[in-house]
Nanobody, 124 residues
């Protein structure tokens, strides 16, 4: 089970840190990712991290503004978001691929476990 939190209302240029607390699975042994779903649009990949070598990759639209990280002791994954823009407004979801899978994927269909989503709203 994944529990996402940390969303909220922020002004343009502001920052938020999203958290994804895991239970029943260990984030240090899973490919973990953040997706988002803007209003009226489909779910899109934001950032992800592998467990085998801890490599991370962001979507192009992130442009260095967001950072995914992991705290193994807390079994939690984070998404630090800086320089937020109105187009970042969306529901943000954390997700985990199945156990022993090492490849990071951009496709939501490749993820087995999902958090409930947390709303991020950026005002102009």
């Amino acid at each position: 089970q994944l529990q996402a939190s940390g969303g909220g209302l922020v002004q343009t240029g502001g920052s938020l840190r999203l958290s994804c607390a895991a239970s029943g699975l260990t984030v240090s042994t899973r490919v973990m990712a953040w997706f988002r779903q803007p209003p009226g649009k489909g779910r899109e990949f934001v950032a992800g991290m592998t467990w085998s070598d801890s490599s991370a990759r962001n979507a192009e639209f992130v442009k260095g503004r967001f950072t995914i990280s992991r705290d193994n002791a807390k079994n939690t994954v984070y998404l630090q978001m800086n320089s937020l823009q109105p187009e970042d407004t969306a529901v943000y979801y954390c997700a985990a691929r199945g156990g022993l899978i090492t490849v990071l994927s951009d496709s939501p269909s490749q993820y087995r476990s999902w958090g409930q989503g947390t709303q991020v709203t950026v005002s102009s």
